[in-house]
Nanobody, 115 residues
């Protein structure tokens, strides 16, 4: 299993970023996908989740209305569109999949929101 995140960077408050996670090594369309984040000194937290077919999504309260998770099963890719970014969104963002008892993570992509 390989999960490769991209799209992070430095953005000003109020700005937008789109993260991508390219998946390989498993049947992508069969599994729900998640985005987590971890800020310095804090625990890793679930940000957004999407079902295998993309028909249902869930968000942490802190990002509802600002972030949108989506997926393209033809491209084996899951996205996180982040709008109206705040300084408290600064973190390393990780792509995640759970297949039974096995949890797989990407290497993470840094998002820094600062003026």
């Amino acid at each position: 299993v390989q999960l490769v995140e991209s799209g992070g960077g430095l953005v000003q408050p109020g700005g937008s970023l789109r993260l991508s996670c390219a998946a390989s090594g498993f049947t992508f369309s069969s599994y729900a996908m998640n985005w987590y984040r971890q800020a310095p000194g804090k625990e890793r937290e679930l940000v957004a989740a999407i079902t295998s077919g993309g028909g249902s999504t869930n968000y942490a309260d802190s990002v509802k209305g600002r972030f949108t998770i989506s997926r393209d099963n033809a491209k084996n890719t899951v996205y996180l569109q982040m709008n109206s970014l705040k300084s408290e969104d600064t973190a390393v963002y990780y792509c995640h999949v759970r297949r039974g008892y096995v949890r797989s993570w990407g290497q993470g992509t840094q998002v820094t929101v600062s003026s």
